[in-house]
């Protein structure tokens, strides 16, 4: 009884104190953005556009990466936090330990077989013969760092599940700021060109996982490491309750995919270069949303396994009042300062920035819709109905762009390719807002 009243996922939260419980986790996911656009903006400025291309088109394989890594990480968490919020403490660190190994284990598998077809995969992922060299010598290094990236994803959600957000952020912030020295050493000083960039992210990985392990070692969470008992049902739970993660990162890594196909045949390098920048300052403009919505998951499932309805309805409100007004923040963000973005990467004049800043504009209605998104996919994961959450995150991040990419360009050209985002997330905010209805007697959060 003891560790439910000592746990902080127990509060009894304001806004400002649950702001104040997301916030490291919200800083943490804008570090992590700002230091991932960082490494393209060093690939861009100091090798040169045709690398920043060569990084796009490996991406879907660091996607697909990230979304096992974070399936495991946003599912065991329901299920950790559920056991927690039922004083199930033991047991709870009896699964994160399983989770923890298993993450480990895929991380090695997937290092081992990537590098034994290289050359393999990046031809499937479709680089032409000038950017064929750029991705091999990004993607050898960076696969031997799987294993780190894959427990550092895990990390990253399971210290917030633990109690100590605050830590997390402290943590992937240093791991941030020396991924971004290092890529200054080993790209400008040492000149290793985009094998520089790799190596700099992979010790970014490894970094925070090693401090991670020391941290859950010594037991000063509410979980600690302990002797897993083999549950094949918590591995398969947390695989579907989190698959909708997993559906987000593989679907991106096919729109990617996709992106990069129709931008090579319509604009050449120079496009792929383009619509790379779009998706990096997707992802720093969206880290908000990410990172709020990471943040209160544990506190969503912790009220939600203990059948406190009132505090559930509460921190639901609290939620989308912050996503709305942030969304309309980003949004005129993105508007008035997107130009100034674009030009991080590429100068003001070149090809690529008129192509980029020319999609950014239209690129930019997505920022209205995708936060409520985001956040109710985060939300029916953690109160564990991977289901509803996978469904929402398809439609966004895959069933409906796919559709769009394949038929807009045909119509519209180049405007096709950035109209097709924004009327995703336009479809996905309907069918998000019906599923909330639908599902609030069934859940009490409204």
């Known amino acids: 009884m003891n560790d439910v009243l000592d746990n902080p996922l127990s509060k009894d939260f304001t806004i400002s104190s649950l702001l104040k419980f997301a916030f490291p986790t919200m800083l943490t996911m804008v570090f992590m953005g700002l230091y991932t656009i960082g490494d393209t903006i060093f690939v861009s400025r100091f090798v040169n556009t045709d690398a920043l291309s060569a990084i796009n088109i490996v991406t879907p394989i660091i996607n697909l990466i990230v979304g096992l890594g974070t399936m495991l990480a946003t599912g065991g968490s329901a299920i950790i936090a559920r056991k927690m919020g039922a004083g199930r403490s033991k047991e709870a660190s009896q699964d994160f330990t399983l989770i923890v190994l298993s993450g480990a284990i895929l991380g090695i598998l997937i290092a081992i077989t990537g590098n ?41 959600n399971l210290i917030i599940t633990a109690g100590r957000p605050s830590f997390g952020m402290v943590l992937s912030i240093s791991a941030g700021a020396i991924n971004v020295l290092l890529d200054y050493v080993f790209m400008v000083l040492l000149n290793m060109g985009i094998k520089g960039s790799a190596l700099g992210t992979g010790i970014g990985y490894l970094i925070p996982t090693i401090i991670s392990i020391a941290f859950f070692l010594t037991g000063k969470g509410s979980m600690q490491f302990k002797k897993p008992a083999f549950r094949f049902s918590v591995l398969f739970e947390s695989c579907s309750n989190g698959c909708s993660e997993m559906v987000s990162q593989a679907a991106a890594a096919i729109t990617t ?28 403009l969206t880290t908000l949303y990410i990172g709020f919505s990471m943040g209160v998951a544990p506190v969503i499932s912790y009220n939600y396994g203990g059948k406190n309805h009132q505090r559930l309805k509460k921190v639901f409100r609290i939620c989308l009042l912050f996503i709305v007004t942030v969304s309309a923040l980003i949004f005129a963000i993105s508007i008035f300062f997107g130009s100034y973005l674009v030009n991080i990467f590429s100068s003001t004049g070149t ?17 209205l819709c995708c936060g409520i998104n985001i956040f109710t996919s985060a939300t029916f994961t953690a109160l564990s109905n991977g289901k509803i959450s996978a469904i929402i995150s398809f439609l966004r ?14 119509i519209l050209g180049v405007n096709g390719v950035w109209l097709a985002v924004p009327i995703a997330e336009l479809i996905t905010l309907i069918v998000s807002i019906a599923f909330l209805q639908k599902k609030r007697s069934t859940y009490h959060y409204m």
């Open 397 to 410: 991040t895959f069933g409906l762009i796919t559709i769009l990419l394949l038929t807009l360009p045909q």
């Open 351 to 367: 090809p690529v920035y008129d192509i980029a800043k020319n999609g950014f504009l239209i690129f930019s209605f997505s920022f």
């Open 116 to 156: 034994l077809f290289l050359d393999d995969i990046i031809y499937f992922l479709g680089a032409s013969e000038i950017l064929f060299p750029y991705c091999k010598g990004y993607l050898f290094v960076l696969l031997f760092f799987t294993p780190a990236s894959m427990l550092q994803v895990l990390f990253q």
């Open 257 to 284: 995919f996709l992106f990069n196909a129709t931008m090579l045949k319509l604009l050449g390098e120079n496009g792929v270069a383009a619509i790379t920048i779009i998706i990096y300052s997707q992802f720093l």
